[in-house]
């Protein structure tokens, strides 16, 4: 959990006035799903499905040519006709900027893609058959499930979540945390929370006076936590946290009550829709829940890496480094018999680069398909990230250069970087290669 929170807070990007640094690397990440629905409002769900109760998105850009290509659970489709600026993948849908126009388009399984905004749009977040912006002039909240977008705030938000056709936000205005499944938005907080996530039709937060996590299951409020947990991870319906006082962990799945799974503090958990895998803090072996169940021991060996998605738990061995997929009531079945150099989850599919091809492939249902020989950029999962090559702002006499191709000093010269939305709420790690110039202001 601390990884994710991490990995979060270091993919806040500067906007369109200020240098943003080049993403070239790949990002990971877990995504909630508990299926595609149907219902008035954003909250519609996304895609077709496959009849297991969700549909997965892995996007990725081509090595030779650029373009954007995506999977939603069964062929490949080209989703862009020119490579992107940048781009982000739910469970079900993709997003990304034109690479022409900076506009914003999304594409889900069984749709052409869409253009959802005029203009270059301020921040973006991708989560489980939706996808939520703020608009590049005004600042409002829209959000996007496959129908008509729709504007949820009336002032710009401080702070946002995308869950499983559910947005929650902090009021730009008030402070208090909002939320919508679709309806008219709910107030949940009559104070600015310390923390929050959407989920699947659910909300978790900590108050901002005592710390207490509470839930909101799309009417009601109740709070869960005698002591201000640790930390906390929602995907889902499915809710997991480190309690303040002992540190063990407890989950949470929809309507049922807590349940703890840990006899002490874990090292890292993930949290997937029905799903908690975690490293014990005594033994470091990884072990798992599923539908809140009791613990499953899937490694006695603490594991290189370890990702949790709709049901299913994908890690790599800390010992072997092969990667192993661990659903309920089965045994972990071997996925790559070489370390992956990249793991993606999104749903109950598994995504990663194979250690020795460089392919990109997916497991699912048993078994791997390749999607690419030459994947670029790779995204899935509600934790998508933000790839882009851009330069960062060089000096000029008297300042150091700015934005795109423009500097704030009196300097001749200065290479600036273009104008990028934040892509926040994302994971991944990159390094800068890109570059850009123009004259110094």
């Known amino acids: 959990m601390a990884r994710k929170q991490l990995l979060k807070a270091l993919v806040l990007f500067a906007m369109a006035a200020q240098s943003v640094s080049a993403q070239t690397g790949t990002g990971s990440g877990t995504g909630p799903g508990t299926g595609s629905g149907s219902g008035s409002g954003f909250g519609a769900g996304s895609g077709t499905g496959d009849g297991s109760g969700g549909t997965p998105a892995v996007a990725w850009t081509s090595r030779s040519t650029g373009l954007l290509r995506g999977w939603f659970g069964s062929s490949v489709e080209e989703l862009s006709q020119t490579p992107p600026r940048a781009f982000v993948a739910g469970d079900g849908v993709v997003a ?260 020795q091809s460089g392919k990109l492939f997916v497991y699912r249902g048993g078994r791997s398909t390749e999607l690419s020989a030459g994947p670029g950029t790779v995204v899935a999962g509600v934790l998508g990230a933000m790839q882009m090559g851009t330069g960062s702002g060089g000096s000029g006499t008297g300042g150091s250069s700015t934005g795109p191709g423009t500097g704030s000093g009196s300097g001749s010269s200065g290479s600036g970087s273009s104008a990028t939305p934040d892509f926040s709420g994302l994971s991944g790690t990159g390094s800068g290669t890109g570059s850009g110039s123009g004259s110094g202001r």
């Open 96 to 355: 990304w900027l034109s690479g022409a126009s900076g506009k914003l388009w999304g594409a889900m399984a069984g749709t052409s893609p869409v253009e959802l905004s005029g203009s270059v749009p301020r921040q973006v977040w991708a989560g489980k058959g939706i996808v939520a912006w703020t608009s590049g002039a005004s600042g409002m909240l829209w959000a996007w499930t496959g129908r008509e977008p729709v504007q949820l705030s009336q002032s710009p938000p401080r702070e946002v979540s995308v869950g499983g056709g559910t947005v929650a936000w902090v009021s730009g205005s008030s402070g208090t945390l909002w939320a919508s499944t679709g309806g008219e938005p709910a107030e949940l907080s009559q104070s600015r929370p310390r923390a929050f996530q959407a989920g699947t039709g659910c909300v978790a937060w900590t108050s901002g006076s005592n710390g207490l996590l509470w839930w909101w299951n799309g009417s009601e409020r109740s709070d869960i936590s005698q002591s201000a947990p640790r930390s906390f991870e929602l995907s889902g319906r499915t809710l997991a946290w480190s309690s303040g006082s002992a540190g063990v962990l407890w989950s949470k799945t929809g309507n049922g009550g807590p349940v703890q799974l840990s006899q002490s503090i874990p090292r890292a958990y993930s949290v997937g829709d029905g799903a908690v895998a975690w490293v014990a803090g005594s033994s470091g072996a990884l072990f798992a829940s599923f539908d809140g169940g009791g613990a499953t021991e899937l490694s006695s060996v603490t594991p290189a890496r370890f990702e949790a998605g709709r049901g299913v738990v994908a890690f790599v061995g800390g010992s072997s480094g092969k990667l192993f997929v661990a659903s309920a009531g089965g045994a972990s079945e071997e996925a790559s018999s070489a370390s992956p150099r990249g793991l993606w989850v999104s749903d109950d599919a598994v995504a990663f680069v194979g250690g």
